[in-house]
């Protein structure tokens, strides 16, 4: 759900965060491109942790690893340039960002030990996530944004599930994994 710079309305829908069983949230361009105090406020008021793993700003955090049934899923975020490539320059060096496949390889060496599953909240499109994919050993799922895909049947790049739900809530995304020993074994993924 994408914030709209209009105060009352951007409230609401951070309520609307606030209730939903959200474990992490990733921004995308158009929450980056706000005023950060407006943003501040509205990611104070939902409450829920901002990860952003090539994003240099105050008050997110590069991974966040939740632990469902004894099995410890790190969940990583990276937006690239190309997402807000045709804003406006004094727009575009207020938005800090890194490499993400170099941030994404090294969070995942932090964490090696430390999780079981790794998944990318990503907001590139899904070419890019793609991209990706195919650069990075040892991610198992990247959930795609800004580009809105609606993907049936999600493609698995170098052991990589790239799955997208659309916009707007449309669809729900629904993940599977299975594992074997502490191993993924499988993975498929659907919206509904």
Request: hydrophobic share 35%; glycine share 8%.
């Amino acid at each position: 759900f994408t914030k709209t710079h209009r105060s009352y309305k951007d409230s609401l829908m951070a309520e609307a965060y606030k209730i939903l069983p959200y474990d992490v949230i990733l921004y995308g361009d158009q929450e980056l491109t706000m005023d950060p105090k407006a943003l501040d406020n509205l990611t104070d008021q939902m409450d829920i942790p901002v990860v952003s793993t090539n994003l240099k700003r105050k008050g997110v955090v590069p991974s966040k690893i939740i632990n469902r049934g004894g099995v410890r899923v790190a969940v990583l975020g990276v937006m690239d340039e190309y997402a807000v490539k045709y804003y406006p320059e004094e727009i575009k060096e207020k938005i800090e960002l890194l490499d993400p496949v170099e941030s994404i390889k090294n969070e995942i060496d932090r964490l090696s030990n430390k999780a079981d599953i790794f998944v990318l909240l990503s907001h590139n499109g899904f070419d890019i996530d793609q991209n990706i994919a195919q650069k990075i050993d040892g991610l198992d799922i990247i959930v795609g944004s800004h580009s809105q895909s609606s993907i049936e049947s999600p493609e698995e790049v170098n052991g990589t599930l790239i799955v997208q739900a659309g916009k707007a809530g449309y669809y729900i995304g629904v993940v599977d994994v299975s594992m074997k020993d502490g191993k993924v074994v499988e993975k498929t993924g659907k919206i509904d």
